[in-house]
């Protein structure tokens, strides 16, 4: 049993996300698909069991005080059940944009998760809706893979690992003598120039911060070609990963070359900062990110090695500085600004200040979830797109296969966009060298 403590302080990424919360339902939702049909009253005993035991139960938060706190006695937990119909991909997307939508009720202690199950051909879907203010991607994943685990074993964990629920605020660590803040002064310039130089998509209804949804799969080579390309070419994945996106996304801004200005396609891309603030990620269940930008021209017919060797370069500029534990310090400040904004010019505070194209997350569950037998057929992810970026690309790698989630804002894109958007990223990858 997890021991008493807390209450938690609110970091600054929390904060951020309460106040988009205020404006739109600030989400994510992960999905297993697990073998056979499911036995709902089993599987939720054991989602009720696995959050009473490591105290994810019950949850109160307290803006006011900056404070949130896991106490009190476990809340019921409730599993939807869906209709797969004749169209369960279809349903799927469907049932996640309805999660994303639909609020959870924080004024008093709530369960700050959700759940339904999707039946299909000869599986089934669980998806665990959460509040994000509350989670990362990681922490998630690893209460899944032991929830899983639970389910498929069916072994009753009396002693699960404990979990430090009210960690310390790491976004506080910048003063240590890491000189991140004053590199960050000095990287503002070029970071103020590169926003200048952004296309801004043109948004259509303000006050419409709604989410659509597409989750697709990816061939079952995409993950070889992207990993043996990605090491002939000498990036990073997830460099080549935010090229592909790049030059993706690049056809929704048609007109950017006769700006005088806004010219890049600007990309947002979040990072894990357990490492930088050598948290247990075992042990330690919370909201721990940073972001940066990449920003480029993106000419027509550039071919994506040329490409991704200039994201390269950005991206290890970033990492060399290590910029990206700087987020607080413009979290921060993105906050009070636009708590002094009227609500109307808050949902457009981004939009103007921070231009985007898009943002992209990527997570590989498989560094967090050996294949140890008990691992579901597939893990899905969406989360929601925020104020900030009006389309997302939520990447997933687990086991040997690759998923992107698709979620745009309607308010911006249309179901078209995406479609070329979706087309342009699979015909990348599909165009990749085989890999070994």
Known sequence: MTPESGPGRLNVFQRAMLQWNDLHPYHAVDVLRFRGRPEVD??????????????????????????????????????HEVAAGADPAGTLNVEIERQLEKRFDIADRFLPFRFFVLVEEGSFLLGTTYF???????????????????????RSVEAPRALELHPPRHDRMLASGSGVAARKVLALPSEIRAQKQSYRPPLRDPENLCNRVRVTQ?????LPRLTGTARAWGVTLHDLLLAIALRALAPLAPGR?????????????????????????????????????????????IALGQLAAEVHRQTSAVKRSRLYLATPLELR???????????????????????????????????LWPDDGTRPLDYLRAVSTGPVAPLVLAVITFGDRMHCGLIWRPAVFTPEDVDLVSAGLSRQVAELEPGP
């Open 132 to 154: 994000h203010p509350v989670a990362d991607g990681e922490s998630v994943a690893r209460l899944l893979r032991d929830l899983a685990t639970d389910y498929v074993t069916g």
């Open 257 to 301: 070359h006769h700006e005088l200005r806004r010219r890049n396609v600007t990309l947002g891309t979040i990072v894990n900062v357990r490492r930088d603030h050598g948290i247990d990620s075992g042990r330690t269940f919370g909201l721990f990110l940073g972001s940066f930008a990449v920003s480029h021209g993106v000419p027509e017919g």
């Open 218 to 222: 990816w061939p079952a080579d995409a």
């Open 333 to 367: 400040l993105a906050c009070r600004l636009a708590a002094w904004s009227p609500t109307p010019d808050r949902r457009t505070f981004y939009y103007r200040n921070y231009p985007l194209v898009g943002g992209i997350t990527n997570m590989n569950i498989n560094a």
């Open 42 to 79: 089993r599987l939720r005993g054991v989602i009720a069991r696995r959050l009473s035991l490591q105290g994810l139960a019950s949850l109160r938060i307290d803006r006011a005080a900056g404070t949130f706190h896991y106490d009190g006695p476990p809340l019921p937990v409730e599993i």
